[in-house]
């Protein structure tokens, strides 16, 4: 939720790129928000107006008492769409952030409560519980509060996969310039041209959060762990902060990690899908007129396909736009199902 002062500062900006006196400079403008989520850290909320301090701070003391938020009209959205399958969980939630639970809501949470019948510590009963969840759903998540509690609970889960457990050093380096204060006021500050090189394994653990901008200088992983984007590395093909996924191999060069395979989170419900290879092949009619070379006549298309498992393959036409089965999809060939000795079905794993 945005505050009332970020409220104004939208409408005085609107006023200048429109060049209008009206309120938001004469646009309609549509917010959404829950007006019961916490309100926004040392800010009033949105639907506050702005008391003199706030007033004198951000505008010089000339919207005291100023209040936006009254010119909107207010229309409650009644649908919930993101538990729009499990509406006795989505009535459940409704509950909860309003303070009228029920003892069957009670009794509902209680019964997703982690079973611990050994009374091991919560952490390693945790954890326990999680890889053994990870066999049926590889891409179960698991949240916690602290960042610390997030180091020790992967640190538990990959004790518990039994596999080989590997370090990646960060060999990204960073520039630290040495600007000279000022000693009088009126001379102007001067920057050191020539910056220093600093690596990031020359850095304290407790100073990376602030100097690398939450990147880690080591990470420690494991086949079958997850693992998070937390740069933009390639937006074309999707691979933007925030993507998780599951590792499944990595490639060593002169005995380090070079290569990360991860499968992505995104593609769990299309990782092999597979679709009729007839739909990509020719007719017979087709065939009897379409030469090696005549790709013109068939529109691009070959009247044969020579296939092996892990080739890379391309959609030339679209199959099924719902799905996002277009022309131009590529991927890798992973599986092949055959029907009376000929190829019936491809499972392809999409790359982008």
Same mark, same amino acid.
């Given at each position: 939720?945005?505050?009332?002062?970020?409220?104004? #500062?939208?409408?005085?900006?609107?006023?200048?790129?429109?060049?209008?006196?009206?309120?938001?400079?004469?646009?309609?403008?549509?917010?959404?928000?829950?007006?019961? #989520?916490?309100?926004?850290?040392?800010?009033?909320?949105?639907?506050?107006?702005?008391?003199?301090?706030?007033?004198?701070?951000?505008?010089?003391?000339?919207?005291?008492?100023?209040?936006?938020?009254?010119?909107?009209?207010?229309?409650?959205?009644?649908?919930?769409?993101?538990? %729009?399958?499990?509406?006795?969980?989505?009535?459940?939630?409704?509950?909860?952030?309003?303070?009228?639970?029920?003892?069957?809501?009670?009794?509902?949470?209680?019964?997703?409560?982690?079973?611990?019948?050994?009374?091991?510590?919560?952490?390693?009963?945790?954890?326990?519980?999680?890889?053994?969840?990870?066999?049926?759903?590889?891409?179960?998540?698991?949240?916690?509060?602290?960042?610390?509690?997030?180091?020790?609970?992967?640190?538990?889960?990959?004790?518990?996969?039994?596999?080989?457990?590997?370090?990646?050093? !960060?060999?990204?380096?960073?520039?630290?310039?040495?600007?000279?204060?000022?000693?009088?006021?009126?001379?102007?500050?001067?920057?050191?041209?020539?910056?220093?090189?600093?690596? %990031?394994?020359?850095? !304290?653990?407790?100073?990376?959060?602030?100097?690398?901008?939450?990147?880690?200088?080591?990470?420690?992983?494991?086949?079958?762990?997850?693992?998070?984007?937390?740069?933009?590395?390639?937006?074309?093909?999707?691979?933007?902060?925030?993507?998780?996924?599951?590792?499944?191999?990595?490639?060593?060069?002169?005995?380090?990690?070079?290569?990360?395979?991860?499968?992505?989170?995104? #593609?769990?419900?299309?990782?092999?899908?597979?679709?009729?290879?007839?739909?990509?092949?020719?007719?017979? #009619?087709?065939?009897?007129?379409?030469?090696?070379?005549?790709?013109?006549? %068939?529109?691009?298309?070959?009247?044969?396909?020579?296939? %092996?498992?892990?080739?890379?393959?391309?959609?030339?036409?679209?199959?099924?736009?719902?799905?996002?089965?277009?022309?131009?999809?590529?991927?890798?060939?992973? !599986?092949?199902?055959?029907?009376?000795?000929?190829?019936?079905?491809?499972?392809?794993?999409?790359?982008?």
């Amino acid at each position: 939720m945005v505050s009332s002062i970020v409220l104004v #500062q939208l409408s005085n900006r609107l006023k200048e790129i429109k060049g209008s006196s009206q309120d938001f400079g004469g646009v309609n403008a549509l917010v959404f928000g829950d007006l019961l #989520q916490w309100p926004p850290v040392r800010a009033p909320p949105v639907f506050k107006g702005v008391n003199s301090y706030m007033a004198r701070k951000f505008f010089g003391g000339r919207a005291s008492g100023v209040n936006k938020w009254r010119q909107f009209k207010f229309y409650e959205l009644t649908e919930n769409v993101r538990q %729009a399958d499990d509406v006795e969980f989505a009535n459940l939630l409704n509950r909860m952030r309003v303070g009228t639970m029920t003892d069957a809501d009670i009794s509902v949470l209680k019964a997703r409560e982690i079973p611990n019948p050994h009374n091991h510590p919560a952490m390693e009963n945790a954890a326990s519980y999680y890889v053994d969840l990870m066999k049926q759903d590889p891409f179960a998540m698991t949240l916690l509060p602290m960042v610390d509690q997030v180091s020790l609970f992967n640190e538990m889960v990959m004790q518990r996969l039994g596999g080989t457990i590997f370090i990646l050093n !960060a060999s990204d380096s960073f520039l630290k310039s040495n600007p000279r204060k000022c000693t009088r006021p009126w001379q102007l500050a001067k920057y050191n041209i020539n910056v220093t090189t600093r690596r %990031a394994d020359d850095v !304290a653990d407790d100073g990376i959060p602030e100097t690398a901008g939450g990147l880690r200088k080591t990470l420690r992983l494991a086949i079958g762990c997850r693992v998070m984007l937390k740069r933009n590395v390639d937006r074309v093909k999707g691979f933007v902060n925030g993507l998780t996924g599951v590792l499944e191999r990595f490639e060593e060069v002169n005995g380090e990690v070079w290569k990360l395979g991860v499968r992505l989170v995104k #593609q769990a419900h299309n990782y092999l899908r597979a679709f009729p290879i007839c739909g990509l092949l020719q007719t017979e #009619q087709a065939e009897e007129r379409v030469q090696d070379d005549g790709r013109e006549v %068939a529109g691009g298309l070959r009247k044969t396909l020579r296939l %092996a498992i892990g080739c890379r393959v391309i959609l030339k036409r679209n199959v099924d736009r719902v799905n996002g089965l277009v022309n131009g999809l590529n991927g890798v060939l992973e !599986a092949i199902e055959e029907r009376d000795g000929n190829a019936w079905k491809l499972g392809v794993r999409k790359v982008n």
